[in-house]
């Protein structure tokens, strides 16, 4: 059983930062790409950020200059670096495993954590 358990998130002021965690444990053996994602009220979840194993990373535009997504292969964790954020960036987040490989060589798909809120106010 493969689980990702988010941390990090909360309330902060426009212009503030936050730094989001997500762990996957379980029967890993490896996991190429790690997402995080995220859903405004009444918005449909969107992509955030995206890092592959070998540290390539893409953003959306929204947050490119500002967020920045890193990982610790050995600890199967996904990091979410949150500066210079803003009102809009008010969401809940989410990490997401498209796809891993298990200990016993078998590949499981479509994993995700149970979500942080952000909050940007003042």
């Known amino acids: 059983q493969v689980q990702l358990v988010e941390s990090g998130g909360g309330l902060v002021q426009p212009g503030g930062s936050l730094r989001l965690s997500c762990a996957a444990s379980?029967?890993?053996?490896?996991?190429?790409?790690m997402d995080w994602y995220r859903q405004a009220p009444g918005k449909q979840r969107e992509l955030v950020a995206t890092?592959?194993?070998?540290?390539?990373?893409n953003y959306a535009d929204s947050v490119k200059g500002r967020f920045t997504i890193s990982r610790d292969n050995a600890k199967n964790t996904v990091y979410l670096q949150m500066n210079s954020l803003k009102p809009e960036d008010t969401a809940v987040y989410y990490c997401?495993?498209?796809?891993?490989?298990?200990?016993?060589?078998?590949?499981?798909?479509?994993?995700w954590g149970q979500g942080t809120q952000v909050t940007v106010s003042s």
């Open positions: 890092i592959t194993s070998g540290g390539n990373t």
């Open positions: 997401n495993v498209p796809r891993l490989q298990t200990g016993t060589g078998r590949y499981g798909y479509n994993y």
């Open positions: 379980g029967n890993i053996f490896s996991i190429n790409t």
